[in-house]
Nanobody, 115 residues
Framework: VQLVESGGGLVQPGGSLRLSCAAS????????MSWYRQAPGKERELVAS????????NYADSVKGRFTISRDNAKSTVYLQMNSLKAEDTAVYYC?????????WGKGTLVTVSS
């Protein structure tokens, strides 16, 4: 299983970024996908998740109304559209899935929100 995140970078407060996670090594369309983040000195936290078919999503309270998770099963890719970014969104963002009951993680992509 491989999960490869991309799309992170430096953005000003109020700006937007779109993260992508390309998955391989398992039948992507059968499994839920999630985005987590870990800020410096803090524990990793769940940001958003999406069901296998894309019809079911949930979000952390801190990102509701600003972030949107989506997936393209034909491309085995999950996305996280992040709008109205705040300094407190600064973190390494990780893609996650759990095929066969085992957790798999990407290496992460750094998002820095700063003026």
């Amino acid at each position: 299983v491989q999960l490869v995140e991309s799309g992170g970078g430096l953005v000003q407060p109020g700006g937007s970024l779109r993260l992508s996670c390309a998955a391989s090594g398992f039948t992507f369309s059968r499994y839920a996908m999630s985005w987590y983040r870990q800020a410096p000195g803090k524990e990793r936290e769940l940001v958003a998740s999406i069901g296998s078919g894309g019809g079911s999503t949930n979000y952390a309270d801190s990102v509701k109304g600003r972030f949107t998770i989506s997936r393209d099963n034909a491309k085995s890719t999950v996305y996280l559209q992040m709008n109205s970014l705040k300094a407190e969104d600064t973190a390494v963002y990780y893609c996650n899935s759990a095929p066969w009951g085992k957790n798999y993680w990407g290496k992460g992509t750094l998002v820095t929100v700063s003026s």
